[in-house]
T-cell receptor, first 112, second 114 residues
């Protein structure tokens, strides 16, 4: 499977701070980039996603920034809350309904 | 979105036995996938479950070990055969909504092989 590289592996942020998770991909055919949030014992939940025709997408406190030329995208969580503590996965796909290639995951802890 | 259920939610199995995991979706979907997530790791695609034809397996996964059925557009099963402790993982099904890029995951089946 083509690679998607995610960093950092773990992240500790104070409540109210900004959490930033980065991903880089290799396959220029990828055209869909979702982020998933996974709590312990649960399946991954689709959080937010972006297509390469825009450079940024915002939904509430969650923003994806996308840099097509650098083949990188990132998730920003504003005003991070303890309830945001979870594992976050970036992913990429190259066709509607096609398989997802996942990054390695980032374990986020937001301290009260 | 889609509501996806999996059975069983967890199981503890003996080495050498087989377990069949069921995935049920609340609406008809074209694409269904099976993933494996080893403890503390990311998700790895096992196969795409195709309705009316054989599943498409990713490199490193074979039909004899992970047979998959897809009898209709709302249901699929994954069997983990001749299990060993290395098969201890979370097995997740996901569905791709027709005409969209979105994929939704079930709650997973936590398998422990002793």
């Amino acid at each position: 499977q083509q690679q998607v590289k995610q960093s950092p592996q773990s992240l500790i942020v104070q409540k109210g701070g900004i959490s930033i998770i980065n991903c880089a991909y290799e396959n220029t055919a990828f055209d869909y980039f979702p982020w998933y949030q996974q709590f312990p014992g649960k399946g991954p939940a689709l959080l937010i996603a972006i297509r390469p025709d825009v450079s940024e997408k915002k939904e509430g406190r969650f923003t994806i920034s996308f840099n097509k030329s650098a083949k990188q995208f990132s998730l920003h969580i504003m005003d991070s809350q303890p309830g945001d503590s979870a594992t976050y996965f970036c992913a990429a796909s190259n066709n509607a309904g096609n398989m997802l290639t996942f990054g390695g995951g980032t374990r986020l802890m937001v301290k009260p | 979105s889609a509501v996806i259920s999996q059975k069983p939610s967890r199981d503890i199995c003996q080495r050498g036995t087989s377990l069949t995991i069921q995935c049920q979706v609340d609406s008809q979907v074209t694409m269904m996938f099976w993933y494996r997530q080893q403890p503390g790791q990311s998700l790895t695609l096992i196969a795409t479950a195709n309705q009316g034809s054989e599943a498409t397996y990713e490199s490193g996964f074979v039909i004899d070990k992970f047979p998959i059925s897809r009898p209709n557009l709302t249901f699929s099963t994954l069997t983990v055969s001749n299990m060993s402790p290395e098969d201890s993982s979370i097995y997740l099904c996901s569905v791709g909504l027709t005409g969209t890029y979105e994929q939704y995951f079930g709650p997973g089946t936590r398998l422990t092989v002793t």
